[in-house]
């Protein structure tokens, strides 16, 4: 599979895992979660900030993701 293909499968994963979550979750979660190459899911993550379809926001030493609809 290529990286651009993986990530993309990546992006789908982390969307529909956690569409119907309201709140920011760390992104050790996401990563723990997806269960795949944390540096796939950082380019994944980057993909649907592009597409605005996640936020992204730092507390302390954190990096908390919000999925948006």
């Known amino acids: ?6 990530v993309g499968v990546a992006a789908g994963e982390i969307y529909k895992k956690f569409a119907d979550t309201e709140n920011y979750l760390p992104m050790s979660r996401v990563v723990k979660t997806v ?3 944390p540096r796939v899911i950082a380019l994944a993550l980057g993909w649907l900030l592009r597409e605005k379809k996640v936020e992204v926001r730092r507390d302390g030493g954190k990096m908390l993701i919000k999925i948006l609809k």
Do not use: A
Not at 1 to 6: G, T, Y
């Open 1 to 6: 599979m290529s990286i651009e293909n993986e």
């Open 35 to 37: 269960n795949r190459d």
